[in-house]
């Protein structure tokens, strides 16, 4: 584990893998035989979902980790590492015929559940029927709802059609955690079956209690099937206010600071804090201004080249975020196998963005601010209230656009109002968001920005940007269909191409989360592939 | 009496009905919605929350969902928190206990000192010591609780070491040390203020009994001092205080936003506000009604504890 403080720039070169290097001439700790010791993980959010099957958000995910096991799951860099599955199936290992439509999954054999009952192919098809159940509130069924003809082959095989190939699917899968046929199977509904809040999985670490508002508590499984768990007990803390979790994270008593880790403005401080390791780690989700490209002014290319230019993107950066995100250009995360290094990096250019809005007809009118055609280079921005860091970047934003005769208005909403309609059906003029376009580590970015996923236009996606292309609705499909990683990468480099080009979002950075770790705590590895960095707790361990 | 008891009882379910029928529209016509949680997220899609949204049958007209949340709840079905799946009186059970402790200890802590100080100050008007407590009594209303609360945890946990900084247990202990050791910090901030309360109440309570006649009468007769005060003033000065504590109960029991919050303490005030936060229409419209009940309440018990503490009044 490399320390923050010894080499900042180091660390932020090489990434979380260097996190896991050895220091020279230091003996690298061993884990305990048996499980010894607790860790508290402070978190901002508290998780109140168990069935990992059911609507979560990114909290709950990171107890699914640890109760629950999927066929694979994606590792830091990238790779799928067969979990409850023997092997990840491919079209080289017969596990995908070659036009992606029949699967063949073989199980890992002496897998059980929590209860001692044996993981059989009998769970893993009742997990994909449930889905698909229309009476389950399944949180997604994207891919799922292609699944046919699911046959249990063996207690340890399992074999299904693919209505149409999909090559995302191995990547949803991957976030897939299987639940036990035994006993969710037996329940009579099972939205409000008693498993809901006392799950049973086959995960490393078993439920043991929780005080609802306050902590959930998790103990090893001494019978899990993978390497760990070295701990005897996890214990995920809620402690809302992130200036309340970065003084717990201080005086010591919360062991690692996860989901949202501590602020910025905490960040100097917390390296200097004796006996922690502060780590900073890039997020797979991008921070970006969405344009409603249906609204007035946003409609025009050229304002949309126009703004993004006039924006002092390494200013915000460095000012208000601290210098720790990292500027991006494309809706990948740089570490993804899909990014496109090349595209055309941005420029703060406020008189080349003038010249544009010029050329571009657009001409400053009373009060400076420009219109065209009796329509005004006006629009309002929206972000969640209460986020300080984002209200700065605003007001950084409306004086970058107001240089170049752009008025923005600040119209910001509670996150329970903001996300819902007004964003859901594009009612926004426009938003300053975090996304996480991919799927586990897939880059398919179909439900964002496919012309028939616009849910406004009664369509079935989240492209509330409401971006239409032919060209993009054409590469989508193909992206989707093709299972040779090489052919697929090149997809994708087009379609971040395009994007970059029509600038359907206006991408500022790469979000970077800050974490913080008690020193002797080993084998912390964040994996943006994953919703949480607790995803690996079952290899975390105290130096004796 | 017991017509008296008929006649509020009556007025209070009627009042009941008229707030939950207030709270549900408010609530559902309030912007945003449960499923706003799950909108920015990455792997559901305009489908997924949609059909959940209708299958949690929040598409349905607003007077067909209130009938049927008003036709359970008379059943003694509150619904299920659309976060956990938990039962809504579960929800609210589980979240008693931690307000009660808090907020039993930092009141009884404030009843005590803020009665003595109040007592005391009016005793000795206008000395250095009534001084004092005014002074004091000010600041302490006057400076937010957050801000109490944040110099607290800086002073005795970050800097001296010597009591947590939060919660209500460390995990996996849990003695009685351990928890009379998380309570000191939140009961003491939050008695901070409720003793300011309390004292000036008190004060001005007092000063309105010891210039009675009846005072003057019993030291006309040479009643020792000590007895006037206690016996005579103390005991009729206290009576107001009845209807205070009667009108604190809903407070008793609906946490401390504040204070749970500075001191991650699993109380109401955070379940209320998380709830409201994440829309979770029946957890929130359970806490209306909880709280609503226990105002209604509590001013009827503080009327009946006030008709038997004072002969002069009577109920009917």
């Known amino acids: ?544 | 009496m017991s017509g008296f008891l008929v006649r509020r009882l009556g007025q209070s379910l009627v009042l009941l009905v008229l707030v939950s029928m207030v709270g549900f529209a408010i609530l559902h016509l309030a912007p945003g919605g449960p499923m706003s949680q799950f909108a920015s997220g990455s792997d559901m899609t305009q489908e997924d929350l949609d059909r959940i949204a209708e299958q949690l049958g929040l598409n349905r007209p607003l007077p067909v969902q209130y009938a049927e949340w008003f036709w359970r709840m008379l059943q003694g079905d509150w619904g299920r928190s659309f976060r956990d799946g938990e039962a809504v009186l579960n929800v609210i059970g589980s979240h008693l206990g931690a307000t009660l402790q808090l907020m039993l200890t930092a009141t009884l802590l404030a009843i005590l000192l803020g009665v003595a100080i109040g007592t005391l100050s009016a005793i000795r008007r206008h000395s250095v010591f009534d001084t004092l407590a005014t002074v004091g009594a000010m600041i302490a209303l006057s400076i937010p609780t957050f801000w109490f609360g944040l110099v607290a945890i800086y002073l005795f946990s970050v800097w001296l070491g010597w009591l947590p900084s939060g919660n209500r247990s460390t995990p996996g202990d849990g003695s009685l040390p351990d928890l009379l050791r998380h309570l000191i910090l939140p009961a003491m901030v939050l008695a901070l203020v409720e003793t300011a309360i309390w004292s000036r109440f008190m004060r001005s309570s007092m000063l309105d009994v010891v210039n009675q006649d009846y005072i003057r009468t019993a030291r006309a007769k040479g009643v020792p001092e000590g007895r006037i005060l206690l016996r005579h003033a103390f005991r009729n000065a206290a009576l107001p205080m009845i209807t205070v504590l009667g009108l604190q109960l809903p407070t008793l029991l609906g946490g401390a936003l504040v204070t749970e919050t500075v001191f991650t303490w699993p109380g109401m005030g955070r379940l209320f506000l998380d709830s409201i936060s994440y829309r979770d229409y029946p957890v929130v419209m359970g806490i209306l009604m909880f709280s609503a009940t226990l105002v209604l309440l509590g001013s009827l018990l503080a009327d009946l504890l006030h008709a038997v503490a004072d002969p002069r009044i009577r109920l009917g």
């Not at chain 1, 009612?427 to 897939?442: C, E, I, K, P, Y």
């Open chain 1, 1 to 544: 584990m490399v320390d923050f403080r010894t080499d900042r720039r180091a660390v932020l070169g090489l990434g979380a893998a260097a996190a896991l290097a050895p220091r020279v001439g230091r003996a690298q700790p061993r884990p305990p035989e048996r499980p010894r010791g607790q860790v508290v993980v402070g978190l901002s959010q508290e998780p109140t979902v168990f069935n990992p099957l059911m609507p979560g958000i990114e909290v709950d995910q990171g107890v699914w980790w640890n109760l629950f096991s999927p066929l694979w799951f994606t590792d830091p860099e990238g790779n799928l590492v067969a979990d409850l599955a023997q092997d990840v199936p491919t079209t080289e290992n017969g596990g995908i015929s070659a036009d992606g439509l029949a699967w063949k999954v073989k199980l890992r054999p002496g897998v059980t559940w929590h209860d001692g009952t044996p993981f059989t192919a009998e769970d893993v098809k009742f997990t994909l029927e449930l889905i698909n159940n229309s009476a389950f509130r399944a949180r997604s069924r994207v891919g799922h709802q292609l699944v046919r003809d699911i046959q249990v082959t063996a207690p340890d095989e399992i074999t299904w059609r693919m209505e149409r190939a999909y090559a995302p699917y191995l990547s949803i899968l991957s976030l897939t955690f299987m639940v036990p046929k035994h006993i969710l199977g037996a329940a009579g509904d099972p939205n409000t079956a008693p498993f809901n809040n006392a799950p049973v999985g086959t995960g490393p670490f078993r439920w043991a209690s929780r005080t609802a508002g306050d902590n959930i508590t998790l103990t090893a499984n001494t019978a899990y099937h993978g390497n760990g768990p070295f701990l005897e007990r996890v214990v995920f803390k809620y402690i809302p206010d992130l200036t309340v979790l970065y003084t717990q994270f201080r005086t010591g008593q919360v062991d690692h600071t996860s989901i949202q880790g501590i602020s910025p403005p905490f960040v100097r401080e917390a390296r200097t804090l004796r006996g922690r390791t502060i780590h900073v780690n890039q997020q797979a989700s991008v921070e970006h201004i969405a344009p409603n490209l249906e609204y007035g002014p946003l409609a025009d290319k050229a304002v949309r080249q126009a703004l993004y230019m006039a924006i002092n993107k390494r200013a915000l950066i460095d000012a208000i975020y601290y210098g720790l995100p990292t500027p991006s250009e494309s809706f990948l995360p740089r570490q993804s196998w899909a990014f496109n290094p090349d595209l055309p990096a941005h420029r703060h250019d406020p008189a080349a963005a003038n010249a544009l809005l010029d050329q571009a007809g657009w001409r400053r009118g009373a009060g400076g601010v420009r219109e065209k055609n009796g329509v005004k280079l006006e629009f309002t921005n929206s972000t969640t209230t209460g986020n300080p860091v984002r209200e700065q970047s605003q007001l950084l934003l409306m004086q970058d656009w107001r240089a170049i005769g752009a008025g923005m208005r600040v119209q910001n909403m509670p996150a329970a109002v903001i996300w819902g309609e007004f964003w859901q059906q594009s009612r926004f003029q426009s938003v300053m968001v975090a996304v996480n376009f991919t799927l586990g580590a897939d880059p398919d970015v179909t439900p964002r920005f496919h012309s028939s996923a616009i849910g406004a236009k009664g369509g079935r996606g989240q492209n509330n940007y409401q971006f239409a292309n032919e060209e993009m609705d054409r590469l989508l499909v193909l992206g989707a269909t093709q299972f040779d990683q090489a052919q697929r990468r090149a997809t994708y480099h087009r379609i971040q191409a395009l994007l970059r080009e029509e600038l359907a979002i206006l991408p500022l950075f790469q979000r970077a989360d800050v974490e913080g770790v008690k020193e002797g705590l080993n084998g912390y590895r964040p994996n943006q592939n994953c919703s949480s960095n607790c995803w690996n707790i079952r290899e975390w361990f105290w130096t004796a």
